[in-house]
């Protein structure tokens, strides 16, 4: 079974489970917002754990953000991690998909008797976990990590080339960006929620994009089909 239906298969046993949600899904979407439950990014840690990307992880919720636990191998030191992590800024564009991460409330701890400059660094309290952001700068990180300051982690999903180098993606955004745009994200009553927020950029600009994305190229695709000796 893919990825795809696994999660179609657990979507639907949660619903049936918890069918109070459609009744949510509603209300959210009159008011511009989006509801994931927290167990959903449970059941996603868990997919990741079973790739051996980390290990036990476990997701609580911190109004209005989300304490993440789990074991993971920092420069080769087996360490158990944990923060509260907060969106504190959202910002999409058809350049940019970018997020401030802000990360509170961070402890790790070695597992076994690791001897690693990390592992003496850990146990003698050397190591500021309140910045975590000074040491992901001595780490191999992820193109989506754009800037890491203190305990704040810039992300931009465009650098990742599956995304941003995507033609639909990006003309999708063209599309969708002045109609709608993401506000803000935070948690409430075991949900992830999304808040919307319509024409961002005023309602004449919204007209613009429908009608250059996507009324031009369709009267030109009619055009092509016309015989040219009409």
């Known amino acids: 079974m893919s990825m795809a239906q696994r999660a179609l298969a657990a979507a639907g046993g949660y619903l049936r489970r918890n069918p109070s949600e459609i009744g949510r899904a509603v209300r959210n979407l009159i008011g511009l ?3 994931v439950p927290v167990d959903a990014l449970r059941w996603l840690m868990e997919q990741v754990a079973k790739g051996g990307k980390i290990e036990d992880p476990v997701i609580t919720e911190v109004p209005p953000g989300l304490r993440v636990t789990a074991s993971v191998d920092l420069m080769k030191t087996p360490v158990r991690a944990s923060a509260v992590v907060y969106i504190d800024r959202v910002v999409i564009d058809p350049d ?4 401030v991460v802000r990360l509170e409330e ?3 701890e070695v597992i076994g008797d690791a001897t690693t400059p990390v592992a003496a660094l850990l146990r003698s309290g050397a190591l500021d976990l309140s910045k975590p952001g000074e040491l992901a ?3 191999d990180l992820p193109p989506v990590i754009v800037e890491a300051v203190d305990n704040k982690l810039t992300l931009d999903l465009m650098r990742e080339p599956k995304i941003g180098d995507n033609p639909v993606v990006r003309q999708a955004l063209s599309i969708v960006t002045p109609l709608i745009t993401m506000h803000g994200i935070q948690t409430e009553d075991e949900h992830l929620n999304v808040v919307f ?3 961002p950029r005023g309602f004449g600009e919204a007209a613009g994009a429908i009608r250059t994305q996507l009324l031009r190229p369709g009267i030109r695709r009619v055009r092509g089909l016309i015989p040219s000796f009409l």
């Open 33 to 35: 917002r989006w509801g």
């Open 96 to 99: 940019q998909i970018r997020m």
């Open 197 to 199: 927020r319509a024409f």
């Open 137 to 139: 700068r001595y780490m």
């Open 106 to 108: 961070i402890w790790m």
